[in-house]
């Protein structure tokens, strides 16, 4: 099982240089490569191999630009890698073969946003605090946590915010927890972003929400400054920073609330949420896009995975919301709004959210039978009936109805 570990590293200035030099080179001959492939696709021609690129925008254009011969040949030839992987993945989005949302092209890379570069096989050493890049020196690494093995490669990441990151990829193998006989469902929402089986509600931290006056200010300063100037750089990392800040406050509470769950927990059940349908909807897109729940989901899936957990995901069209937790009989839909409700045949009080996850755990071990409407008139006859007797006189049809009434009595 393959894993991301990923720590802080420190280049100095000189280093700086070097390490934009590399990205600037990747970018180029992504971008390169990228054109001429969208030329040949127009004029109906086939897409050039991995090989051919490669002798085409590495081995030749060295000859004629020498600066691309002072960075290191392995990330270039991962990036023509990328762009082979990118175009087989849409291609395979397009047939069917590939599984999920559908797949775009790739698109060119811009110099303003994250830059990447990978290197692979012994073209990098890792040292006990230093980092060895080829052509770049050895960098300051913040071991955060130990390697679990000896990593294949390593990506560095430099993001909006100027900030240098390593990422390792590495074997490791699942590292079964104790059982403790216990499951849970998680409902998700907005203004509780998880309400779980037992009754537990979660809130989520919001950072984005909390910020975005901050936000607007440091974005009216940058809107307001000269592109291309000092002023514009400096108001323009404020605005990334921040992003970065609540980038960081979303993904701590999410691994540590995922980590939480998997450590107590079995069987883990959440429901299939059409997040990209959902933030469609400009009223909810902000708060939805806040709370991160396919990042949750992604994280609490692979936790799972690595620690010899059963993680589970029930059909969006599930009725969690309609039908009683207690006995099964289903109310009908109910608007957003209302967020506690009385069942109509057992009479039992629910809260919105706790009756859904107790539902959503109970389409993986059934505990309560789903009452049909013919059932439920079967049990309660009288009740339904004067349901009947106040519509018919709401409608002044009542003579045949005051008669079954006074048998009854």
Not at 117 to 122: E, L, N, Q
Not at 295 to 300: D, G, I, K
Not at 310 to 332: D, L
Not at 347 to 372: F, M, S, W, Y
């Amino acid at each position: 099982m393959k894993a991301r570990y990923k720590y802080r590293i420190y280049p100095s200035q000189i280093q700086i240089k070097k390490l934009n030099q590399l990205f600037g080179c990747c970018r180029y001959v992504w971008n390169q490569s990228l054109a001429y492939c969208n030329q040949l696709y127009i004029s109906g021609e086939k897409k050039p191999s991995y090989t051919d690129l490669t002798k085409q925008f590495i081995t030749q254009t060295k000859k004629e630009l020498a600066w691309l011969k002072e960075v290191a040949s392995t990330p270039l030839q991962q990036s023509l890698k990328d762009l082979d992987q990118a175009y087989k993945n849409f291609f395979n989005s397009c047939t069917g073969k590939r599984k999920g949302i559908k797949v775009k092209p790739p698109k060119f890379k811009s110099r303003k946003s994250r830059q990447t570069a990978r290197f692979v096989g012994a073209n990098y050493k890792v040292g006990q605090d230093k980092l060895y890049l080829p052509k770049v020196g050895k960098i300051k690494i913040v071991w955060s946590r130990p390697l679990a093995s000896q990593p294949t490669s390593v990506t560095i990441i430099k993001d909006s915010a100027n900030r240098y990151f390593a990422s390792f990829v590495v074997e490791t193998l699942p590292e079964p927890l104790p059982n403790t006989e216990n499951s849970i469902g998680i409902d998700l929402g907005i203004s509780t972003f998880a309400t779980l089986s037992n009754g537990q509600k979660i809130f989520a931290p919001k950072p984005l929400k909390k910020s975005l006056k901050k936000l607007a200010k440091f974005q009216r300063k940058f809107a307001r400054t000269e592109v291309g100037s000092k002023r514009h750089e400096k108001a323009r990392l404020k605005v990334a920073k921040l992003h970065a800040k609540i980038k960081d406050i979303r993904a701590y509470f999410l691994h540590k609330l995922s980590t939480n769950l998997v450590t107590n927990y079995d069987c883990i059940v959440l429901e299939d949420l059409n997040v990209s349908g959902m933030v469609r909807n400009h009223k909810s897109a902000l708060a939805i896009s806040d709370l991160g729940w396919r990042q949750f989901r992604t994280l609490t899936e692979a936790k799972c995975e690595k620690y010899g957990r059963e993680f589970r995901v029930i059909n969006r069209w599930e009725p969690t919301s309609q039908k009683c937790s207690n006995c099964g009989f289903r109310g009908g839909k109910k608007e957003l709004n209302v967020r506690e409700w009385t069942c109509l045949s057992c009479g039992a009080h629910h809260d919105r959210d706790i009756n859904a996850a107790v539902n959503i755990l109970e389409v993986v071990q059934p505990k309560t039978k789903v009452k049909t409407a013919k059932e439920t008139v079967a049990e309660n006859p009288v009740q339904l009936s004067l349901f009947a007797l106040s519509r018919r006189r709401a409608f002044g049809d009542t003579k045949q109805d005051e008669e079954k009434t006074s048998d009854w009595s």
